[in-house]
């Protein structure tokens, strides 16, 4: 698997360089050309015209990630639509790109948690906006645990959730491994499908 590096402005992020060493630089012409199936193309949103590049590259089974210096929600959507597997900024830190980088190899999707969150609050929203699991399954929850599982599922971060409940981030995290573990889910997607379900009818 090569790693291919698309940017118009700049040569290249050392961060970007310290989690794929054998990463090569490229026009956008050349990594059009030269990435294979299976490749992944990192691509710098200062690139020209760079959602034209994206449908090609993927179409062909190219992993396709969109960088920004400015991460916003619309240039993250016209990422993905346009078929990118991941968007984030360009100035993570190594370890984040290479989680990025084995996320998306594994057909997984990678933006940032904040839009993250806001999908998740859309999602929950159309599913109703509230709980439908059954209260005997909810009674499993302390208060405060059905709190926190409440707000994330609504798309607050763990700082918000944290803020507005006048508790630590390390407590969310606490309470929300305990919500995971007690309702079967392993991560906030899950968690709001669960929440969301229809108690089945006996």
Known sequence: MAHWFVSHGRDEFPRWRQAFPAARLASGADAKLLAKSGDA????????????LVAPLSERGVIVVIMSLAPNDRDALQALQAGARGYLHALASPALFEQAGLVTANKGIWVPADLMGRVLGATYQALGGESRLPSDELSA?????????????????????????????????????AVFRKLGVRDRMQ????????????
């Not at 609504?154 to 959730?161: A, I, L, R, T």
């Not at 968690?191 to 006996?202: I, K, N, P, T």
């Open 191 to 202: 968690l709001v499908l669960r929440l969301g379900q229809q108690a089945e009818v006996s």
């Open 41 to 52: 193309v990192w691509i710098m949103d200062d690139t020209p015209q760079w959602p034209s």
């Open 141 to 177: 929850l302390t208060e405060r645990e059905r709190d926190v599982a409440l707000a994330v599922a609504s798309g607050k971060s763990n700082k918000e959730v944290a803020r507005n409940l006048d508790i630590t981030e390390r407590t969310v995290k606490a309470h929300l491994g």
